[in-house]
């Protein structure tokens, strides 16, 4: 028989093997009562249809966002299972029936590095430690009156973002101004005079791109986090260095403002509410040296900056970019904002209640763009039943927050920006998550709530915002675990006219 013809018989056996594998996989699955898996790969499993963004690729995997989307499908990720969640429903089902067993953290690489060897709070899985640090954050940063305490701070910072945006914007070629750096200098400050009491004193943009490689890192998976067997490909691809690199970097950083602030402190001074995050973690680790070690004070400190940075200023450029492309609603919030507050003083956090639409601004802003369009992955950590499929312990649990945001059987256009959809919904009612649900739901949503709406209050307040001549708002999402706008928003802000005289009363 001729080569071709042999070759030709040997494809067509390893392609028949092949597919009975597939199916023989598929009914495994069907037997073991776990919830329906796409087609998959022998070893792969489902790793090859994984595409940036993620989101987008694990929503076209469930069919989402159409009507009847798969609430659950069962993944393989190389040697791991994975539970893929697509609806509302089934989120709440995990997250409060189940919530507990749910609540662990898939062990990664990226984990192990940047999380301390996994003690900090975003990467440690369920148990006294965890709960040890949540307490922290609810006790000493959000509770309603540390955040209360606070205000002043977050109001002065924000009139500096005013003032720079006045003096930026005259000087900026036609008054082009690119909002992401001043919109993370304002959450950093914000962050460092909770931790510290005092605003930064260094180089925002190394730390800027400190905290942009981090989610940038922690959304790209290692080999060996799917093949355990194959780690060693991480370290020949320069993986686990560059991710030791990164650690070393945010190390440093951290080190050098505990011992500045343990050089400088001036904590009697202060008033209980308003004493710095790292005073009272000075004290707990007087009175608790064995839990406060200084590993854990690092990881806490750390976590905040990070986790609390990226998220709110990302959340109120993309409510921005919105605004940008739908002027009837910038129109809108902004005669809102003129009828509340007026132009004789800038606008202030407890002025956010008397601003409904404002609100509903940001809850369509989080509900199109949530900047954790993938919730952070758990890991079941018993057996049980999720949706009546069997998930297994082990399981990474992925809830794509974006498709659920996008739901059709729930939201009427749900991929237009229509702020006034959440003007008659009950906000306990609603389902969205785009700060999670349960137990490991989002510690800073408070902060969140406050500042985000606050900043765009001031902005729409303050400022006139254009498109420049000749150009396009790229509504493209960026990759990584944070969800970035691709390009970052450039716009034309020309200061109202009453701008310095409501930043001399704000002082
Ligand atoms: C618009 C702003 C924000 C959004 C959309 C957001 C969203 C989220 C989401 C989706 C999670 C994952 C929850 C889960 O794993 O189930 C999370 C966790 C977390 N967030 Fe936020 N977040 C924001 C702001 C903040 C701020 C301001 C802080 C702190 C200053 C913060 C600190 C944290 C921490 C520490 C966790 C880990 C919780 C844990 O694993 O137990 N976040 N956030």
Redesign the pocket.
């Known amino acids: 028989m001729p080569t071709g013809g042999v070759l030709l018989i040997l494809l067509l056996i390893i392609a028949g093997a092949v597919a009975v594998f597939v199916r023989l996989r598929q009914r495994r699955g069907d037997r073991s009562g776990s919830a329906p898996s796409p087609p998959s790969l022998p070893l792969l499993g489902h790793l090859h249809l994984l595409k940036k963004p993620l989101h987008r690729s694990l929503a076209a995997l469930a069919g989402a966002p159409a009507v009847n989307a798969a609430p659950l499908l069962s993944l393989r990720l190389g040697m791991r299972r994975a539970l893929l969640v697509s609806s509302h429903a089934a989120a709440e089902e995990c997250f409060t029936v189940h919530d507990a067993v749910l609540a662990g953290r898939p062990q990664v690489l990226a984990g192990e590095h940047l999380g301390y060897g996994r003690t900090s709070?975003?990467w440690v899985s369920y148990g006294d430690h965890?709960r040890g640090l949540?307490r922290f954050?609810a006790a000493e940063l959000f509770s309603s009156s540390r955040l209360g305490a606070l205000a002043a701070e977050r109001h002065s910072e924000v009139a500096s973002l005013v003032e720079t945006l006045l003096h930026d914007a005259v000087a900026a070629s036609r008054g082009v101004i690119t909002l992401r750096p001043k919109l993370f200098e304002l959450v950093l400050n914000v962050?460092l005079r909770a931790i510290t009491g005092r605003r930064h004193a260094g180089d925002v943009h190394m730390f800027q791109e400190i905290v942009e490689e981090t989610f940038a890192v922690s959304g790209v998976p290692s080999v060996g986090d799917f093949f355990p067997a194959l780690r060693w490909v991480d370290r020949v691809r320069g993986v686990e260095a560059a991710l030791a690199n990164l650690q070393s970097r945010r190390d440093a950083f951290v080190t050098g403002l505990i011992d500045d602030h343990r050089r400088t402190r001036d904590a009697a001074s202060r008033d209980v509410e308003k004493k710095a995050v790292i005073d009272v973690l000075m004290e707990h680790q007087q009175t608790d040296p064995e839990y406060y070690t200084d590993t854990v004070v690092k990881g806490i400190v750390l976590?905040?900056l990070t986790?609390?940075t990226d998220?709110?200023a990302l959340?109120t450029e993309w409510a921005m970019a919105q605004l940008l492309t739908h002027p009837g609603a910038m129109k809108k919030a902004r005669a809102e904002i003129d009828a509340v507050v007026g132009t004789g003083r800038l606008v202030k956090e407890s002025d956010i209640t008397n601003l409904p639409y404002l609100q509903c601004v940001v809850k369509e802003t989080?509900r199109l763009c949530?900047?954790?369009p993938i919730?952070?992955a758990?890991e079941a950590m018993e057996d049980c039943t999720v949706g009546g499929f069997h998930v297994r312990r082990g399981t990474m649990v992925l809830v794509n927050?974006w498709a659920i945001h996008r739901d059709a059987s729930v939201w009427d256009a749900p991929q237009e920006f229509r702020p006034e959809r959440f003007l008659s919904r009950d906000a306990v009612t609603t389902p969205m998550l785009?700060?999670?649900?349960?137990r490991?739901?989002?510690?800073?949503?408070g902060?969140?709530m406050r500042l985000?709406p606050l900043t765009l209050a001031a902005l729409l307040q303050c400022f006139e915002w254009d498109i420049a001549e000749g150009c396009t708002v790229d509504m493209a999402e960026g990759a990584g675990l944070t969800m970035p706008m691709a390009t970052p928003l450039a716009a034309v802000c020309r200061p109202r006219e009453f701008v310095k005289s409501v930043l001399s009363a704000s002082t």
């Open positions: 709070v975003v965890w949540r954050f962050m976590v905040l986790a609390g998220t709110s959340t989080l949530p900047v954790g919730i952070p758990h927050a785009p700060f999670g649900l349960g490991r739901r989002c510690p800073g949503e902060l969140a985000v």
